[in-house]
């Protein structure tokens, strides 16, 4: 984003908040039918995937979150000191940490809600 020193967001942010709107609005959908006589033969069913991707929408928007802190502690990381070989050794830690802790859980907490 131009001229800050905000990192933009990353990939698994920008899949989980979008992830997190789709299952809003079947959430939102799925909640349209709650009480309508027309809709009867499905209400439990309904019931459900709504209470499912409201679950599912909280838990991506999380993830989104998550992805955020993380494209925020790598820059931190690499701007830590290598002056000593302490330092460059937490430096490297730190580095090897941060670009690890991408969360490909987006992926799975969608996959673990299929299976829910």
Same mark, same amino acid.
């Given at each position: 984003?131009? !001229? &800050? ?6 990939? !698994?942010?920008? $899949?989980?908040?979008? #992830?997190? %709107? =789709? $299952?809003?609005l079947t959430q939102m959908v799925a909640g349209l039918t709650n009480g309508r006589a027309k809709y009867a033969?499905? =209400? ?11 679950? %599912?929408?909280? $838990? %991506? &928007? ?8 993380? %494209? ?6 690499? /701007?830590?000191? /290598? #002056?000593?070989?302490?330092? =460059?050794?937490?430096?490297?830690? =730190?580095?090897? +940490?941060?670009?690890? +802790?991408?969360?490909g859980a987006a992926a799975r907490a969608v996959t ?5």
């Amino acid at each position: 984003m131009g !001229g &800050t020193s905000t990192p933009p967001p990353g990939v !698994g942010s920008v $899949a989980a908040s979008v #992830g997190a %709107l =789709a $299952a809003a609005l079947t959430q939102m959908v799925a909640g349209l039918t709650n009480g309508r006589a027309k809709y009867a033969h499905v =209400a439990e069913e309904m019931r459900i995937v709504a209470h499912r991707a409201g679950s %599912l929408a909280v $838990a %991506l &928007t999380a993830l989104a979150e998550r992805d955020a802190s993380v %494209l925020e502690a790598l820059p931190a990381a690499y /701007k830590q000191s /290598k #002056g000593t070989d302490e330092a =460059a050794s937490s430096r490297s830690v =730190a580095i090897e +940490r941060n670009s690890t +802790r991408r969360p490909g859980a987006a992926a799975r907490a969608v996959t673990a809600a299929e299976h829910a």
